[in-house]
């Protein structure tokens, strides 16, 4: 006889039902969004400023409190015991630049470590042999591991913080305009190695990005948002120009946006 839990689909490793999150006297950021994010799929968000790409993430990881609504990880409500479910890849890379790239990506591991080991940079053996085994996977040398990371290049210091996130092999991983100071060249690199460490492991990604080449690049499945509602849920080949008319609206003041259609 087949066991029915054997055979049961895995619970998705996001799911959000009817999330809100309102300012006082400022907009709604996020309106009753309810999306859910199956394992290993890479999903990116893309919207204009001001769309809640940066809110819906905050919410997530609990910077934000939202007014209402439901997160689970991997089936499970939001707690701080599922927040080390999760790695976080940011904008302006989070690092510590009087530390080493080695320390910083051992930093990531500071939920599941004892504050005084924390505090004297003594991390147990795994950590620290996991921590150089990483660096080593995101391209960086020896040399890379042992130098400050105020020394490092912008993509540099971007593979530093992916190998901070993976360091406790989360299911989820949130990337909040991980290339928006890099060049094109570099951000295609970090893309790449983003999506590749993440599948090596099925994590899911969700990532915000404003470069619409790069989400069809890479992406398995692209949400477009704006004035917090999910206005485009569907595969890069379904992102035409209406979509992204759509998901870009300009002001009417403004000038028209252009946008080459693949």
Not at 5 to 10: G, K
Not at 16 to 42: E, M
Not at 57 to 86: A, D, F, H
Not at 155 to 173: F, M
Request: proline share 6%; net charge positive; with cysteine.
């Amino acid at each position: 006889m087949t066991d029915p839990l054997a055979s049961a689909p895995a619970a998705p490793a996001l799911d959000l039902k009817g999330l809100t999150k309102s300012y006082r006297n400022g907009p709604t950021a996020l309106d009753h969004i309810s999306l859910t994010v199956d394992q290993g799929c890479f999903c990116v968000v893309l919207g204009s400023s001001g769309s809640g790409k940066s809110t819906l993430l905050k919410c997530i990881t609990g910077l934000v409190t939202p007014c209402s609504g439901e997160i689970r990880v991997n089936g499970t409500p939001m707690t701080r015991k599922t927040l080390r479910t999760i790695g976080m890849v940011h904008q302006d890379f989070g690092l510590t630049e009087r530390l080493t790239s080695a320390q910083n990506v051992m930093a990531g591991a500071a939920s599941i470590t004892p504050s005084w080991r924390i505090m004297l940079q003594a991390y147990p053996l795994p950590v620290q042999r996991k921590a150089c085994q990483l660096l080593a996977r995101v391209g960086l040398t020896e040399a890379h591991a042992n130098r400050r990371v105020k020394a490092l290049s912008g993509g540099q210091k971007q593979r530093v913080g992916i190998a901070r996130a993976l360091i406790t092999d989360p299911s989820l991983i949130l990337a909040d305009e991980p290339v928006a100071s890099l060049d094109p060249r570099t951000s295609a690199e970090i893309m790449q190695l983003l999506k590749d460490a993440a599948r090596e492991r099925n994590a899911a990604v969700l990532c915000s990005l404003h470069q619409i080449d790069l989400a069809r690049a890479f992406a398995d499945r692209i949400i477009g948002l704006q004035g917090g509602h999910i206005i485009f849920d569907g595969p890069p080949e379904e992102l035409d120009h209406a979509a992204l008319s759509t998901i870009f609206k300009a002001d009417e003041t403004g000038p028209r946006l252009k946008f080459a259609v693949a």
